[in-house]
């Protein structure tokens, strides 16, 4: 599985926007980039994915650049629950590899 | 609740014993996953089933084994405890073999003493 890199920490105000970025410059044709997330003491949750268009769902947006080699997170107004570690995952196939977990970034959010 | 069940939540054990951690996937799911999560390592992959049958392992050390039964629940047995097993221990379970979704259990927390 190919590598991400993510900013060890970050901080973010309450009911503001939130953009976790990750960079893949060794991203492959066939990676969909994952993004997990893990709320203090319990275990990761999965928040979305994508391969090369930006996809919304209920918890968040995925911004996945022109050339792939990086992606953004974006919480629309972040709340004291979204206070974890996030996760970027490139998985080959989309489905076929496992799930292999970097350090991610632990987010912060203030009131 | 995300629907996988593991049990038991929190184990104290000594050094030199054996533990049995148990896990149900999400109703339907046939794949279980196990990962490790000490604050050193974060989470590492262990090991995969699905319906059954061994799939992909991991870092998984030799004193450690699983097996998925018929009614697709699993186990991950640790023997030969150290201190260093002491950790988190996360079961996931996904549809089928990949699954775009895994969902995981709130873990089971091993203290080796």
């Known amino acids: 599985d190919a590598k991400t890199t993510q900013p060890n920490s970050m901080e973010s105000n309450e009911e503001e926007p939130v953009h976790l970025p990750c960079n893949h410059s060794?991203?492959?044709?066939?990676?969909?980039i994952h993004w997990y997330r893990q709320l203090p003491s319990q275990g990761p949750e999965y928040v979305i994915h994508g391969l090369t268009s930006n996809v919304n769902n209920r918890m968040a947006s995925l911004a996945i650049a022109e050339d792939r080699k990086s992606s953004t997170l974006i919480l629309h107004r972040a709340t004291l629950r979204d206070a974890a570690v996030y996760y970027c995952?490139?998985?080959?196939?989309?489905?076929?590899?496992?799930?292999?977990f970097g350090k991610g970034t632990k987010l912060s959010v203030k009131p | 609740d995300s629907g996988v069940t593991q049990t038991p939540k929190h184990l104290i054990t000594a050094t030199g014993q054996r533990v049995t951690l148990r896990c149900s996937p999400r109703?339907?799911?046939?794949?279980v996953y196990w990962y490790q999560q000490s604050l050193d390592q974060g989470l590492q992959f262990l090991i995969q089933?699905?319906?059954?049958?061994?799939?992909a392992k991991g870092n998984i050390l030799e004193r450690f084994s699983a097996q998925q039964f018929p009614d697709l629940h699993s186990e991950l047995n640790l023997s030969s405890l150290e201190l260093g097993d002491s950790a988190l221990y996360f079961c996931?379970?996904?549809?089928?073999?990949?699954?775009?979704?895994?969902?995981f259990g709130s873990g089971t927390r091993l203290t080796v003493v």
């Open positions: 089933y699905y319906n059954g049958e061994e799939r």
């Open positions: 109703s339907g799911d046939l794949s």
């Open positions: 995952i490139l998985r080959y196939g989309g489905s076929q590899g496992n799930l292999i």
């Open positions: 060794t991203i492959s044709g066939t990676d969909y």
């Open positions: 996931a379970s996904s549809l089928t073999t990949g699954g775009y979704g895994y969902t």
